[in-house]
């Protein structure tokens, strides 16, 4: 049986910054993020082709990001790959804070070479995820299992309360739909968590609120 679950999170004076530190029997992430960086990056996990997304994510995304995560990949890496998401979700959530001024919405269609894929982001307050990606079942890259890139972003939607769209438009090798994948998740995510100046301290909701 599992052992509880045990959630440290810490926001600091600056709203816009997070650190989580979530450890369970399978896991130990620790996540540092702050959403008005320059891209710096400390990415430490067991799993080399991960660190290389989570990489292009902060740099792309112009995030900073720091992760210190360690699992029992010696079963299967995709208890570590789904709690990173989980984590970086809950990072993400607790950044925004109330969500006011912020733009909320962003897209972005990326190229990688024979790829092009798409990422739409609403931090809106509520979790859904659609993820129209086909071509990557049974692929690894680098010792990564392709499928678990689906797991990542699942885990990231429900706990960052966003909605998140995937879509593949085409591609042929896997390295380069997943990277344009990250990619293009970390250039929407820049875009819908920027601070729009016409609107501050005003939640973008005819509802008043993005998190209730």
């Known amino acids: 049986m599992k052992a509880p679950e045990r959630h440290d999170v810490a926001c600091h004076a600056n709203p816009r910054r997070a650190d989580v530190h979530r450890t369970t029997t399978e896991t ?7 959403l008005d960086g320059t891209g710096a ?4 996990t067991p799993l080399p082709f991960l660190n290389h997304m989570l990489e292009a994510l902060a740099r792309h995304g112009l995030f900073d990001l720091s992760v210190l995560a360690t699992g029992d990949i010696e079963v ?4 570590l790959v ?22 909320r919405y962003g897209s972005a269609t990326i190229p990688m070479d024979e790829t092009l894929a798409t ?3 609403d931090f809106g307050g509520r979790p859904a995820f659609a993820w129209k990606v086909v071509g990557l079942e049974g692929k690894w890259v ?5 499928e678990l890139a689906k797991e990542f972003f699942c885990a990231l939607a429900s706990r960052a309360e966003c909605n998140l769209h995937l879509l593949l438009h085409y591609g042929d ?9 990250f ?3 970390a250039r929407a995510a820049d875009m819908a968590s920027r601070l729009d100046p016409r609107i501050p301290g005003t939640v973008p909701s005819t509802k008043g609120t993005l998190t209730r």
């Not at 990056?41 to 430490?44: A, G, L, S």
């Not at 680098?142 to 392709?146: E, K, L, M, S, V």
């Not at 090798?173 to 994948?181: D, P, R, S, W």
């Open 76 to 79: 299967d890496a995709h208890h």
């Open 28 to 34: 130990d992430v620790k996540l540092s993020l702050i």
């Open 82 to 103: 789904e709690d990173l998401g989980l984590v970086l979700g809950m990072a993400f959530k607790q950044a925004l804070g109330e969500r006011q001024g912020l733009v």
């Open 173 to 181: 090798n896997a390295h380069h739909i997943l990277e344009a994948l």
């Open 183 to 185: 990619k293009a998740f």
């Open 41 to 44: 990056r400390d990415i430490r």
């Open 119 to 121: 990422c739409a982001v």
């Open 142 to 146: 680098g010792g990564f299992d392709c």
